[in-house]
């Protein structure tokens, strides 16, 4: 009931970060690309393989020669069964996922205050998703309704001929390309989803659109992640040069962020392989990492900022560019570039890792020496103690439908479902 959501809001407005004065506001009425990068790990920014760049895009637009972008390279996905839906959930509610399924699901019809109604109600955005899948994986076509998300261009609206699909949906390439005049068309300001969904497993990929060698390791969904990382870079180029012919690069916000791993502990063999070193249990945890890049408009780029730092960050820390505090809400996350940010980020199943430590399955290792920590301090017990209650306090949100009892402010109006549908038109 109403004193659960108060327990609730006592905890995230303890945990609340002051923006930072230097960002706060600056990109108010820009519009709002975000692109998912579908089961892309950080190890991927900068590897070479057969002595080549796998992904020299992205590689380009993280160095710190760049300027435009500001890459997190401690940056975890902190998703579980839910997946992909576990991401999408986390960036745009700063809640975490749930601990077994798929909140997307079972909490379809939850009452919510997501990213896609908050900008709607205080800044007029017009928020857009866009994938090349059925509307019903994940349940979206029902969820998204909750989260106030205003369009969502599924396969009906997309090319899916035979030529331009492969595994899951359509592919990449086509997805930009096509998605560049359903953009151009949007209202603005937009907040725009873009989800990719190519390199996703077990990584197939067709004979000419492969432009790097697998790997060798003979396991062939790590061999072939290389070749679809390889394909979405590409197809990202192809975006970025589509958005700036179309006039929507300069003045947008763009984030792009990895929703999960890719390549799960089963492939520990192969992958030990590729990163030269034994998949120990704090190796998997340090694997977990996740590209999330920003460039705000007129706000130059930091090149690479080493904040340890996870998915529930996200929410907070657009509000705060938007200069919409985030103190209203009920966020998990704190504000990425405040001072304040806190650099503890807690992983679904109750592990964590902070700048200089992990705990991992109930063990603790220093992340320098990697050795386990025999002894840990009162004060590593004690931050084991508040990822617990953070997790549990999330979960609680998720199966008490808590947010029926929460007002954020004045301005707030709950979502209304009948304004929403993502039937096609017929031209
Ligand atoms: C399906 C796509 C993949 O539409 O989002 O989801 P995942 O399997 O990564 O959760
Ligand atoms: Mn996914």
Redesign the pocket.
Known sequence: DSSDITEVENYTKAKYAEPNPELFGKGEGKNIIKIHL??FQSFLIDYKLHGEEVTPFLNDLVSDQSKDFTYFDNFFHQTEQG??AD?ELIMDTSLYGLPQGSAFVTKGDNTYQALPAILDQQQDYTSGIFHGDGKSFWNRDEVYKYLGVNEFYHEDYYDMSEENVINYGLKDKPFFEESIPLLKEMEQPFYAHMMTLTH?HPYLIDEEDASIAPAETGDGSVDRYFQTARYLDESLEQFFNDLKEAGLYEDSIIMIYG??YGISDNHNKAMAEITGEEITPLKNAELQRVPFMIRVPGVEGQGTNHEYSGMVDVMPTLLHILGIDAKDYILFGTDLFSEGHKDFVPFRNGDFITEKYSSINGTFYDNKTKEVIEEPTQKMLDMKETVMQELELSDEVLYGDLFRFYTPNEAWEPVDISDYSYIKEEE
């Open positions: 579908e089961s997946k992909t991401a996703h929703d999960h």
